[in-house]
């Protein structure tokens, strides 16, 4: 079946950097869009960045636009999130999302940006 499992969470310092990695498994990776969301305490979940097949093409949310950068390695099946000068409302559960005819999703990996 179909994994996504997240890694790179933790608590980090507002300023400060995290890159998040999604391992996808079950699924042919290289025709999967690639998202990664994330749920604030209390809030919907949002969507933070997509990324397309070949990794040519990749979308933000305007929250992020100019921290994040969203890459994949296919060779690898893993998908990343490279998050800078984070900043206290970005802590949330991120979540991997992986679109091939219908909607996968990792579990989730807590990131918490506080001093």
């Known amino acids: 079946q179909v994994q996504l499992v997240e890694s790179g969470g933790g608590l980090v310092q507002p300023g400060g950097s995290l890159r998040l990695s999604c391992a996808a498994s079950?699924?042919?990776?290289?025709?999967?869009?690639m998202n990664w969301y994330r749920q604030a305490p209390g809030k919907q979940r949002e969507l933070v960045a997509g990324i397309s097949f070949g990794g040519r093409s990749a979308n933000y949310a305007d929250s992020v636009k100019g921290r994040f950068t969203i890459s994949r390695d296919n060779s690898l099946s893993t998908v990343y999130l490279q998050m800078s000068n984070l900043q206290p409302e970005d802590t949330a559960v991120y979540y991997c999302?992986?679109?091939?005819?219908?909607?996968?999703w990792g579990k989730g990996t807590l990131v918490t940006v506080s001093s």
């Open positions: 999302n992986a679109q091939q005819g219908m909607d996968y």
């Open positions: 079950g699924l042919t990776f290289s025709r999967s869009y």
